[in-house]
């Protein structure tokens, strides 16, 4: 069979000028998470079929890559439909293997436990510019915390590592799925209509209010709910005032918790008065998030830079249980990491404090006796921080030179056989 | 579909204990080899299944677990065999990853090039006690450099690692292809049959010299030439002395290149004078290293804690050539990274210098705005390199310490609404 030469369609190579920018952001991730209590797990690439066909997953499960069954399991000739074909397949998120590690080891980990993972996804997307179809992901999540700590924590822990890496004038805009069911329900809307009414809302950024409207009727909403739904969203102050403002008038026509206003105004002010970056916390009723799996707050990182969304999370208090049988409150923030890397290679980032590059280029036939010499003199320089090339020394010295300059060598020693 | 709690079978969940001692040996590894001028890069987990199936990989080409191909590209009615199912699958080492990269991308790449790779590999193996069908593996190889600076600087580069994370008293075992075949062609072997002897050769450690000299006997080699081959091995003194006797004994023959000597002892000398590391450099007549692909110098870890290898590589000059038709002078070392970590959990190994490790208890109904300067504090805590870890208090306050404890918390803080 022929050799091919490119990656697999819609995957990369990564090249040594990316992937230094990436292990130098995956370092600062981890490092900034780690301070806040966040242990680092790893779960297998590779799904049970089953677990990742549980509907959790929304449109990701239709984009699965499957593996083919081994040996005795697998029957060609009997085999009917795909299903008879596979066993496992390449995991879409971290998010459902999380749910089956929790619950394949909860009794040796801590209550609550806050987990960190950074690792490669699958997704058989139509391949196009920066979406690949293996791609990294790093989620934070913090499973048995039912009070709003777990939020602060989370959008603290990520707005740190976000500044950290030198991002600033971002947004955290943050809703609450509770808001958005009181708000449709208010309107007249009724309960079994809310997901279709969230895809709409969800499209408020590209077609605006209008849109909005126009499509809600064309749904068989009539003319006065939509108009009412639609006024609930003029809002005007301060992000605090916004939430105070909305959820009082929902929680007084009885479509709201009390409850759920003073939790996000506690997550606003907690994350406002401690906050380690510059940025802004965003109250806004439009924010939907795909996942239906979320049943409280919902956020989302939105960068001047980038026109969507950089990162997000929210509350899934029942995912686990749909899994298990038993519920465990849980809460996640997940960051684009290859958004954020397209960012920082686009603006012509540098990786901070890096060592001095320094290149020895040692002449064909230099003895061997010699050679021990310059080696040793490498290792002391290694040990004392720098980054010593040992090469040979070309027959184009001049244009060796050049190159390595290209790749970041400073400083040239010489070594010939005299 | 039922919910599956354990992972895949054959593959496992990393918990935070044993990631903990995964991410520093990795960033040690990283670290060191960077100082060396080693770079970093990654390619898909996923490679095209017809470079997965060239030959090169031996044995593992029949562990591969296939990807089912995905949409239109799917034709279960008309499919015959797997191959009208499967287009890709997952990479079963890193070395053919790094041919096709090489050829991909060597106009962006310096020469030589000094490629690190860390990355997860998966092969179908029957699953055993501490081998798993996942496991990551850890390479270095340089491109495109000719000269046993290759081999001297793979050496260093591997023991210095393994010295840094705090093995001692290993050994590096060191052969040459070329005296294996030079003592095959010695003894009367005829060329053809120098695979079979490689392989009856490779299980000296296991059946003895007896066993050796049956099975060749066996296979029908003489009596006589068996006796000479065997003989081949009775060395004595240092590695240098042992390696110069034979050498020559063989030279004499016209059986081997005078080069092989003076290149084979300039390794081991500068190795040895320049080492930053407790370990042995052995001339090992027996080692032969699996692979097909190696054309020169091959070597292997030994660890005196642990049977078998702990990682080995060596030079193959002909591989690249066989997938794209132009040689290039390749050499390499891979970690075996996962005997390590197992060497490293078993002896009770605990990572260095950690950030001491706080807990903040905050009793239930904690007002809003006191809790704002206890997240305030342990901002400023997290700055100051601790890990803080702030929680809502739990009814059995002394169970939750304790529990805290067992995971390295020594300071705790408690904060309640009085």
Request: net charge neutral.
């Amino acid at each position: 069979m022929a050799f091919v030469k490119k990656p697999v369609t819609g995957m990369k190579d990564i090249l040594p000028e990316e992937m230094q920018v990436r292990d130098y952001v995956q370092n600062v991730i981890k490092e900034t998470y780690r301070s806040f209590g966040f242990t680092p797990i790893e779960t297998p690439c590779m799904e049970n079929i089953s677990n990742l066909s549980s509907k959790q997953g929304g449109e990701n499960e239709k984009l699965i890559f499957k593996i083919l069954k081994r040996g005795e399991k697998l029957k060609l000739e009997t085999a009917e439909c795909e299903a008879d074909l596979v066993d496992n397949g390449l995991r879409y998120d971290l998010t459902v293997p999380l749910a089956r590690f929790y619950s394949n080891n909860s009794n040796n980990l801590p209550s609550p436990f806050k987990a960190l993972q950074i690792g490669n996804v699958w997704r058989a997307d139509r391949p196009q510019r920066g979406r690949y179809r293996q791609f990294m992901q790093c989620d934070i999540d913090i499973l048995g915390e039912p009070s709003n700590l777990a939020e602060i924590e989370l959008i603290l822990a990520t707005t740190t590592t976000l500044g950290k890496i030198g991002f600033k004038n971002f947004e955290i805009r943050i809703n609450e799925r509770r808001i958005l069911r009181a708000m449709a329900k208010y309107s007249g809307f009724s309960e079994e209509t809310f997901d279709k009414v969230c895809i709409i809302l969800d499209k408020m950024d590209k077609i605006g209010q209008e849109g909005v409207a126009e499509e809600l009727q064309k749904e068989g909403f009539s003319e006065e709910s939509v108009k009412k739904y639609l006024d609930l969203f003029e809002l005007t102050g301060s992000t605090e005032s916004k939430i105070e403002k909305l959820c009082d008038k929902l929680s007084a026509a009885g479509c709201l918790e009390e409850e759920v206003k003073s939790s996000l105004l506690e997550i606003v002010t907690s994350v406002e008065a401690t906050k380690a970056a510059e940025f802004k916390m965003v109250f806004d009723p439009t924010l939907v998030r795909g996942m239906g799996y979320y049943t409280g707050t919902i956020f989302e990182i939105a960068m001047p830079e980038f026109g969507g969304s950089c990162g997000g999370g929210g509350r899934y208090d029942k995912m686990i249980g749909n899994f298990t049988g038993n519920d465990v409150p849980a809460c996640g923030f997940s960051i684009g990491f290859e958004r954020i890397i397209l960012l920082l290679l686009e603006s012509g980032f540098k990786v901070p404090t890096q060592p001095k590059k320094i290149a020895y280029l040692i002449e064909k036939n230099y003895p061997a006796d010699k050679l021990c010499e310059v080696i040793q003199k490498a290792g002391e320089e290694r040990k004392a921080g720098k980054q010593v090339l040992v090469t040979r020394m070309n027959k184009n010295k001049k244009f060796q030179k050049e190159k390595l300059s290209a790749e970041g060598y400073e400083e040239f020693e010489e070594f010939f056989n005299r």
